[in-house]
Nanobody, 126 residues
Framework: QVQLVESGGGLVQSGASLRLSCTASGLAFGNYVIGWFRQAPGTERDFVASISRSGKNVYYSEDVKGRFTISRDNAKMTAFLQMDNLKPEDTAVYYC???????????????????WGRGTGVTVST
């Protein structure tokens, strides 16, 4: 049974940092591209960042470029999202997705991803 479990969310003030983790089980982690998405209340799930199977290729949304860093440790079957200089508009539930079939090394479309975690909440106050 494939599971993705996000952790590391919380309530922080504007300008603070958080590090989210996405730990996988039940799959060959190194064969999967990983993406982070976020969803605020009443909105669609939006792309944040993605990372290729080897970790050599990454892609970020314009909203987070320069502030967030995606990485992965295939031996630990875990992906990370380091979030620095957080802003109130970063408030959302953050989800990680995993996909094995994508030809794109860093897919940015939610429907591409085969497996999802349940999310971790991030709230940034002013």
């Amino acid at each position: 049974q494939v599971q993705l479990v996000e952790s590391g969310g919380g309530l922080v003030q504007s300008g603070a940092s958080l590090r989210l983790s996405c730990t996988a089980s039940g799959l060959a982690f190194g064969n999967y591209v990983i993406g982070w998405f976020r969803q605020a209340p009443g909105t669609e799930r939006d792309f944040v960042a993605s990372i290729s199977r080897s970790g050599k290729n990454v892609y970020y949304s314009e909203d987070v470029k320069g502030r967030f860093t995606i990485s992965r440790d295939n031996a630990k079957m875990t992906a990370f999202l380091q979030m620095d200089n957080l802003k109130p508009e970063d408030t959302a539930v953050y989800y990680c997705g995993a996909d094995e079939k994508s030809v794109n090394r860093t897919p940015r479309t939610a429907r591409v991803y085969e497996y999802w975690g349940r999310g971790t909440g991030v709230t940034v106050s002013t």
